[in-house]
């Protein structure tokens, strides 16, 4: 069927207090493998039904909990929800760590929902950062690159 529900996002006002509640009510284990105060939520175990998430500080007033539906390409996806009644509510944005684009959008009841589009080679619904060495390795083969051009 696809366009499944890939992601959940649960902004908190005490990033802390939030962590805590959701470990010991579910059992959730909860990181920031990214060093970026963006806190991986794991809600099962590989092979398991379910989906994972993400915990983040509140970013403004009455933000919702969001959740995100994969999508092979957002700038379609969101021409079949304005032209179905829906609002766009965010743009298309990149995220970090090499993990896609995302948008929100309101359907026709007022409902906030997010879309996630995952950058080719990677399917939506297992964001992974780029492994560390391999970075590096291509940031060293562009310098030589801009070195090479230059002489």
């Known amino acids: 069927m696809g366009n499944s529900i890939i992601h959940f996002e649960i902004p908190a006002d005490d990033v802390q207090r939030a962590k805590t509640f959701y470990s010991k009510v579910f059992g959730w284990k909860i990181s920031d493998p990214w060093k970026m105060d963006y806190f991986m939520v794991e ?80 399917t939506s619904g297992k964001k992974k950062a780029p492994k560390k060495k391999a970075a590096k390795k291509a940031a060293r083969k562009k310098a030589k690159k801009k070195t090479a051009k230059r002489r």
């Open 43 to 122: 809600t099962k175990k590989d092979g398991e039904s379910g989906i994972n998430g993400g915990l983040m500080t509140r970013k403004m007033p009455g933000q919702p909990f969001m959740n995100y539906v994969g999508v092979a390409n957002i700038d379609k996806a969101l021409e079949k929800i304005t032209a179905s009644g829906g609002v766009l509510a965010m743009p298309k944005t990149e995220i970090g760590q090499g993990m896609g684009w995302i948008a929100a959008f309101k359907d026709p009841e007022g409902n906030l929902m997010g879309l996630h589009q995952a950058p080719k080679g990677m």
